[in-house]
């Protein structure tokens, strides 16, 4: 069982910045992927970001040039650099973590962009 906890919500300005955290605690494999998606009001849920254990990542095309995903093997732990945000990314984001054979989610986190 592996437990996910979220920071770094909230609430900024068209053009600025968040960064979110995700930590992973548990029993953890060696091959993990660890994924930021997200959902606004009435739309599917939808992947922003991932990135392997091996540093490997991954983009929607809507986020390229403006987000960042990193993480730290040591803490198990990842981020979402969040720049030049948009009211279009507006949305609860949520963390995904793929452990072997298991897969978990975080509570989200609520991302509102004001214009």
């Known amino acids: 069982q592996v437990q996910l906890v979220e920071s770094g919500g909230g609430v900024v300005q068209a053009g600025g910045s968040l960064r979110l955290s995700c930590a992973a605690s548990?029993?953890?494999?060696?091959?993990?992927?660890m994924s930021w998606y997200r959902q606004a009001p009435g739309k599917r849920r939808e992947l922003v970001a991932a990135i392997t254990r091996g540093g490997s990542t991954n983009y929607a095309d809507s986020v390229k040039g403006r987000f960042t995903i990193s993480r730290d093997n040591a803490k198990n732990t990842a981020y979402l650099q969040m720049n030049s945000l948009k009211p279009e990314d507006t949305a609860v984001y949520y963390c995904?973590?793929?452990?072997?054979?298991?897969?978990?989610w975080g509570q989200g986190t609520q991302v509102t962009v004001s214009s």
């Open positions: 995904n973590f793929v452990n072997g054979p298991y897969t978990s």
């Open positions: 548990g029993s953890i494999f060696s091959g993990t992927v």
